[in-house]
């Protein structure tokens, strides 16, 4: 499409909100033209994208739920997490055959190469940045000495906590930056980190009282450190990713395996976890799968997920490939390995163990 643009376009003003329901609107048009059962693709329509069955690949034409294609409001890019196209507004309109009017496509442009170029490492890969820029977390996150400060921990390798670390080393835990101890109430204290080292959320593991395991989530942690919660959205939504854990040191761009508790996911490359079977992990995208623990409700879990086509581990089959006893009925990843080092079994990569398919649930 070839524009004729005059210097009046470029000083007409665009209304961002105006934009956003043309842009939409037209995307409503492409998918009513593209996809026969329009009512089931409907858009999706969430608060920083438009969120719709990519029709590039055809997304839902096997699985109607499936809304992998986006447009970012913030530099409107166009990206699907399925065929990993990723293309600006202006051109994604015209694949389809619609276009903006020359100042739309002015404002579209100077918007795009404002905060795309700032925000995608490459062509290919997307990273953390199209959820939440990384910078936002660490401004919020609470540097780790003030945690310690305020719940009275002290460091793993202090030469008084023998106890603890050993229990660490019996988990095949080697990174005692991730944790804190509270001597006095018997807890653990394990951090979701930063890149730059700060706290951004944490999960107590209580040895004394019930429940075992609590969640901190940032929000949390600022109302028990009596800090003002500031008012910005951004905070609002770091803090509802803040229970992540990994969300600052994962590769968004590779493979990411999502295991139920923390402690698993610091044992896995490019594992986050979202810190328990009910919280669901937030960020839609297609390059994940799920080792949920091997018990009646990781296994119930797993099934609901595998039936949604997500992929999940197969835990039967793992074990049984790796010669642990199948009858037992519970294990999860660190129990694996400390299975495997105490009967020198060899333990098998994860990688081949995975399956969406619904005929291998058998194996789940
Ligand atoms: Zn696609």
Known sequence: MTLNLTPTDFNKEVDDTQFRKKITGLVDEILRERHSEHEKQKPYPREERYNFACPYCGDSS???????????????GF????????????????????????????????????????????EKSVDISYFIDPTILEKYAIPKAAIFKHWNLTEIDAP???????????????????????????????????????????QVRNFKTEP??????????????EIAIPTDKLFEESSKLSFIFGISTTDFSEMITITEGPLDSFLIRNAMSACGLENEFPFDISNKRYMYDYDSA???????????????????????D??????????????VV???????????????????????????
């Open 62 to 76: 096997k699985d109607a739920t499936k809304k992998r294609a986006n447009i970012y409001y913030k530099g409107y």
């Open 79 to 122: 990206h699907c997490y399925n065929c990993k196209t990723h293309t600006s507004i202006e051109k994604f309109l015209s694949d389809f055959g619609k276009a903006l009017d020359s100042s739309e496509t002015i404002y579209a442009r100077n918007v795009h190469s404002e905060s795309v170029s700032k925000f995608v490492t490459s």
């Open 160 to 202: 008084e906590n023998g106890w603890i670390r050993k229990y660490l080393k019996d988990r095949h835990q080697t990174n005692n930056n991730v944790f804190g101890w509270d001597k006095k109430l018997t807890r653990l204290f394990i951090f979701n980190l930063t890149l730059e080292g700060k706290v951004l959320g944490f």
């Open 212 to 225: 075992k395991y609590v969640t901190h989530t940032l929000e949390m942690i600022y109302k028990k450190m």
């Open 298 to 320: 990781g296994t119930s879990k797993a099934l609901e997920k595998i039936k949604e086509g997500e992929s999940v581990f197969l835990w039967k089959k793992y074990i049984a």
């Open 322 to 335: 790796i010669g642990i006893n199948i009858y037992k009925n519970k294990l999860d990843y660190t129990d």
């Open 338 to 364: 400390t299975i495997a080092k105490s009967t020198k079994i060899n333990l098998l990569p994860i990688n081949g163990f995975f399956s969406d398919s619904k005929y291998d649930a058998f194996y789940i």
